[in-house]
């Protein structure tokens, strides 16, 4: 994608004036502001309304500037080399002097971080001398915004500015790696375990359901539409619309498909745009088709069945 300097140049100039600006990253637009300012990180909050309580990743340009602020590992090197920039938080430890605002981290000594791919990110991040914390610029516990529209759909003017980024290629947020000690997934992404398990070589744990909510993004209602959902439906009712991951035969209006061939690649890159239409589209509830538990998969009906207790 051509990046376009004055567009970023604007972005730059409101961040530095502690305003929130809607960022591209290939998994999720994120609502940005500098990390390092508490009037800045409390617009998110306002923003999104989003508890207080809840912490933000922040987005650094790679993990020389991060040195500044957490304390990293091996473990946390390995997967760095490999995968970023990329769709993967890693919890690490802050640092005693780190200038992180104490706003985003919940007073606790962790701090959430990620080095996203996109190129009209990273060379904002380039041009300023602060990370940004940025959690999905969506509605607290509804779907993410994949695209400038969706963002300005859920904030109308009441983000300053949304840097245009197209479509987020990924689709899904990032995974959440917490890496201090035995490595432990909170929240399943765009980054499969298995991987993670391979260039590791370890065995990752993971609770689809911990007992103790660790990141909320795990809270059971989230990434909702603001419709109801079924999910492994068999019939279809009355004004409902039916979701399939690849597209059928027969085909009606009231048919969604995620992907042409059943690519789960595909099929994560279409699924939020796609519940945003069909909500859009006046349907009054949305009857899911099975979606294959592998790889991606395993993201993709994570969301779902969150997004299913509404
Ligand atoms: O792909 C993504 O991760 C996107 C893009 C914009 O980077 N961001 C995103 O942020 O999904 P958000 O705020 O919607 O979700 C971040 C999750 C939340 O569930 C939060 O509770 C968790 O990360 N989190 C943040 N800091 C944490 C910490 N120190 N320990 C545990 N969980 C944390
Ligand atoms: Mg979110």
Known sequence: ???????????????????????????????????????????????????????????YLNNQILKKDCNFNNDFLKLYKKFCPGPITFILNLKKKSKISKIITNKKNTLAVRFPRHPVTRKLLKNISFPLAAPSANL??????????????????????????GKSSIGLESTIIDIRNKPKVLRLGGLEIS???????????????????SAPGQFKIHYSPGIPIRLN?????????YLSIKKLKKNKSNFYFLSKNGSLKEAAKNLYSTLRKIKKNKHKSIAVNKVPNIGLGKTINDRLKRASKF
């Open 195 to 213: 991987v993670i398990e391979k260039t590791l070589n370890k065995k990752i744990i993971f609770k689809n359901n911990p007992s103790k909510i």
């Open 140 to 165: 607290s516990s509804k779907v993410s915004a994949v695209s400038s529209a969706d963002v300005r759909d859920d904030f109308g003017k009441r983000v300053k500015y949304i840097l245009e980024g």
């Open 233 to 241: 439906a068999k019939k279809i009712k009355k004004d409902e619309a």
């Open 1 to 59: 994608m051509k990046i376009n300097l004055a567009n970023i140049k604007k972005a730059q100039k409101l961040l530095i004036k502690r305003e929130c600006v809607a960022i591209p990253t290939e998994t999720v637009y994120g609502l940005a502001a500098n990390a390092y300012s508490d009037i800045a990180c409390k617009k998110i909050y306002k923003l999104k309304k989003r508890p207080r309580n809840n912490p933000l990743i922040v987005h």
